[in-house]
């Protein structure tokens, strides 16, 4: 997963890497705290990813 800034001119930076993890990066959402959580497509799981990646 990448994120950026929208001020940053075309930069971009790793949020989290999870493909060494079975399955794909599938639907995410972002709640109140700052955590992401991502359904991993075809694993039947689901990652909570701390705001600092």
């Known amino acids: 997963m990448w994120w950026s800034l929208f001020d940053v001119k075309g930069e971009r930076t790793v949020f989290h890497d999870g493909r060494s993890r079975p ?3 599938d ?3 972002m709640d109140k705290n700052g955590y992401l959580w991502n359904a ?14």
């Open 23 to 25: 399955g794909g990066i």
């Open 27 to 29: 639907g995410s959402v």
């Open 40 to 53: 991993r497509w075809g694993t039947g799981e689901l990652d909570c990813i701390a705001p600092a990646g």
